[in-house]
């Protein structure tokens, strides 16, 4: 199969460019490991008040619609690259599509299957109350294992077990790396609690308990009262080897905090900080109006320990200068964005490592560091949803100016 | 509050604790009291904090950081490096500052007393006969001073590294 771009990566950045891409007149091809598109804000959910929060997890919806009507861009879920090769100016790769699935017209939801499912991991939901999915990398049969488990319990002969991997050969002209990042783990800081103190979430464990209101085996939700919300949790921490902010998270906090007010008005938030971070535009009026809704306590907490009523203890140094040891309903650990390991073939023309440890440039451009490779999203480095779909916008218009060098013959 | 008066400050104060072996860190500080919240000294007397001591370092404060009787209150229970995000390592930072003011003769009294028991006899306390009698009746060997490497590590009665 022949195309002008190769897509690695079908989250908000990569979808955004096959759009920005077929709009240019440009064809394009995209390669999407995971069963479904959208990657991290496909868990997202609407956080919406009584008015917009401008959160932007919409624009993956808006994106997905006008692709679905898109003539020159080719999806790929459940695929992987499995050799890449440049040879005269044109990019070769051989994908791997895997291509056993639920149909998700058919399935009742009965969660039968992940029952008797030997693999954990193998039948997925992306959030809470998304469709199942069934995961190549980790499903046996796709893996060529003997296993059919699933498919014979399921009473709806909804899932259809593939015998085996397809293969696509691709000839690109250019190609565009979107692999995204991979968020902190939390458990890499013992000290604040997480995996260890019951009570103790992270803002994307929040997201979806939000979306479901269930909070259930934490406590009744009506009874939540008191929230934290722990800034730079793998940001601005060179210990971890994350010296550099997130960009996203304040407003993350700002955003959820306000949710949880808005469906349970009884909860109050408290925000520990160290610095807040208006790269947001309307930030500042954002913050200003939120310091008189949540309180923002200027400190970063020294440890996160189970309190004798069970609940989740802070310590922190306190503004009336003592130390404070205060207890919360609910602990929630406000994660960064780290650099996603790019698991991409070892044939893949070097691509560079940034300052923090992401892909491509320092700054906003696109360059991968070689001619035809280009880089954007949150692989290139911490960004916000409009942030990425405004990368590759100006992803879609270098490469249109590369492939028509190209095209005229110029030497590159 | 205390006043600081800006013509007293020394702005290479800053560079010279950065220099020190163990200094090196100080600058990176992001004043996020995470330091301060863990520390066991601070409760106890307030104007221990360690991201205060590390504003005073940057602002230029040399006399008020020197010269106090609380920068010798570090327990050195390196609780505060464990918790930094920066690796500021403010512990080491600290023994950079004592090392400073022990050579600007900023040394509390009690430490001097303590200092020249080290140079007599090799330890802070003495050992004499009643010791040595009392350790052979356990069976356990007399100890001797020998307080010839403390001489050469502090030289003479001035201070100084
Ligand atoms: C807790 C949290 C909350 C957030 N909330 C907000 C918010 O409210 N507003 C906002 O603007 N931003 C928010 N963000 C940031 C937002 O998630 C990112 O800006 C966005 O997801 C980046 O999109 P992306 O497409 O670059 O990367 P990703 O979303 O990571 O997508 C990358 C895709 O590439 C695929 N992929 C990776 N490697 C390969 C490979 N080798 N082959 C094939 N496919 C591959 C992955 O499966 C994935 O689908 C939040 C981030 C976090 C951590
Ligand atoms: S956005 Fe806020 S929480 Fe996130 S790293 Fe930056 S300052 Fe820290
Ligand atoms: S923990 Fe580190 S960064 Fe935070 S105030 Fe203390 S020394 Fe500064």
């Known amino acids: 199969m022949k195309k002008d771009v ?32 959208g990657g991290h804000v496909s868990q997202f959910a609407c956080k919406a008040t009584e008015t917009c929060q401008k959160c ?22 459940n695929s992987t690259i499995d050799s890449f090769r440049e040879a005269s100016r044109k990019f070769n790769a051989l994908i791997l599509q895997r291509q056993s699935q639920v149909i998700n017209e058919k399935c009742d939801d009965c969660g039968l299957c992940s029952k008797v499912c030997p693999v954990e991991g193998a039948l997925l939901r992306p959030s809470l109350d998304s469709r199942l999915y069934i995961s190549n990398n980790k499903c046996l049969k796709s893996l ?32 565009a790396v979107c692999t995204g990042f991979t968020p902190f783990d939390a458990s890499r800081k013992p000290r604040l609690g997480y995996q260890r103190v019951p009570g103790v979430l992270t803002t994307l464990e929040l997201d979806s308990l939000l979306r479901t209101g269930n909070f259930e085996p934490l406590l009744p939700a009506d009874e939540l009262k008191s929230v934290a919300f722990i800034q730079c949790v793998g940001s601005r921490d060179a210990k971890s080897g994350a010296n550099y902010c997130s960009r996203i998270c304040c407003g993350v906090s700002i955003r959820l905090a306000r949710l949880l007010k ?38 970063m907490p020294a440890e996160i320990r189970s309190g004798e009523d069970g609940r989740p203890e802070v310590t922190y140094h306190g503004n009336d200068d003592t130390k404070q040891k205060v207890a919360f309903d609910l602990v929630i650990l406000s994660i960064g964005i780290g650099p996603r390991d790019p698991d991409l073939p070892r044939s893949f023309p070097t691509l560079w490592n940034n300052r923090d440890g992401f892909i491509g440039s320092d700054d906003i451009d696109v360059s991968g560091g070689h001619p035809g490779i ?7 480095g911490p960004k916000s949803i409009t942030d990425c779909v405004s990368q590759s916008i100006l992803a879609a218009s270098q490469i249109k100016k590369y492939l028509d060098r190209v095209k005229m013959g110029e030497q590159l | ?43 106890l007397d307030k104007r221990y ?44 930072v600290m023994y950079a500052i004592k090392n400073l003011a022990a050579q600007e003769a900023c040394i509390p009294p009690g430490l001097m007393a303590q200092r020249s028991l080290l140079r007599k006899h090799g330890r802070l306390y003495e050992v004499g006969e009643f010791e040595n009698e009392k350790r052979l009746k356990f069976g356990l060997p007399p100890i001797i001073e020998h307080p010839e490497d403390f001489e050469k590590l502090l030289p003479d009665q001035s201070v100084g590294v």
């Open chain 1, 374 to 380: 280009f880089v954007a999203g949150a692989n290139q």
């Open chain 1, 56 to 77: 932007g997890a919409c624009l993956l919806e808006d994106c997905l619609s006008k692709l679905a009507g898109a003539e020159c861009s080719d999806i790929l879920v």
């Open chain 2, 1 to 43: 509050m205390t006043k600081i008066n800006l013509n007293r400050l020394d702005p290479q104060f800053k560079n010279r604790v950065a220099e020190q072996p163990g200094g090196e860190g100080l600058k990176a500080c992001f004043a996020c009291k995470a330091c301060t919240a863990a520390c066991p000294i601070q409760p």
């Open chain 2, 49 to 92: 904090d360690p991201r205060k001591i590390i504003r005073m370092v940057l602002l230029g404060m040399k006399d008020q950081v020197l010269g106090s009787d609380f920068i010798w209150l570090c327990s050195s229970c390196y609780s505060c490096q464990e918790v930094c995000p920066q690796n500021v390592r403010f512990t080491e």
């Open chain 1, 262 to 299: 808005n469906k349970y008005p009884q909860a109050e938030s408290t925000i520990f900080y160290m610095d807040t971070q208006t790269f947001e535009r309307e930030f500042d009026k954002t913050f200003g109006q939120a310091q008189n809704e949540m309180t923002f306590v200027r400190a």
């Open chain 1, 144 to 175: 060529g294992i003997q296993c059919e488990a699933c498919a014979q319990i399921c009473p709806q002969g909804a899932i259809e077990l593939a015998e085996k991997t397809k293969e696509i050969k691709i000839e690109a002209s250019a190609v």
């Open chain 1, 6 to 37: 190769l897509i690695v990566g079908g989250g908000i950045t990569g979808l955004s460019l096959s759009w920005e891409l077929s709009c240019l007149g440009i064809n394009s091809i995209l390669v999407e490991k995971a069963p479904f598109l």
